[in-house]
């Protein structure tokens, strides 16, 4: 697992070990960047269920103004931390052990793009869609890696599915815009 483009494009990311990890693939995250690329300047991130933080660290290599990193996992956010570091974002990067709707519920901040990778099998998908759509500005991009299963509503909290890519049999990205902004 490596940055593909930007200031620290190469990079080796660590990554968690065992089999409860699901790192997005290369071909995946390349797709997706390929769909928001013009949309990641200066723009203000969230990774939520970061794992290894790949998909943060990717947007800040593009030029993301900050990146916020939630995760439950003390051994995540370790991984994330020591990927934070080698890749030089520290000033850019702030990290969070929590659970995602305890950080949903109380956060005051507004971003422009959110990453949305839950663990497949918690049912966490469609709750992490309507707490992030609240938190969102209104030019926000929201693109969550999910389930080929499961279903994603159409509409959430103002944002519209504007794309959907399907990967193998077992992996959807689907990508949201803003109803009036498409």
Do not use: W
Request: with cysteine.
């Amino acid at each position: 697992m490596r940055v593909i483009t930007g200031k620290a494009r190469g990079a080796k990311l660590l990554t968690l070990e065992g089999e409860s990890v699901r790192p997005t693939s290369e071909k995946t995250k390349e797709a997706v960047f390929s769909a928001i690329q013009f949309d990641i300047e200066g723009r203000r991130v969230l990774d939520l269920f970061a794992g290894s933080g790949q998909l943060g660290l990717e947007a800040l290599s593009r030029g993301a103004e900050r990146c916020v990193f939630i995760d439950s996992s003390a051994e995540a956010l370790e991984v994330v931390k020591q990927n934070v570091k080698k890749t030089g974002f520290e000033k850019q990067a702030v990290i969070s052990r929590m659970d995602y709707s305890q950080f949903l519920m109380g956060t005051k901040e507004v971003f422009d793009i959110a990453f949305i990778d839950p663990p497949y099998a918690a049912g966490f998908t469609v709750p992490a869609l309507e707490g992030v759509s609240k938190i969102m500005s209104d030019y926000g991009i929201i693109v969550c890696e999910h389930a080929a299963d499961v279903e994603v509503p159409d509409v959430v909290g103002g944002f519209k599915l504007s794309r959907q890519y399907k990967y193998g049999k077992l992996v959807t990205v689907t990508i949201y815009k803003k109803e009036d902004s498409e």
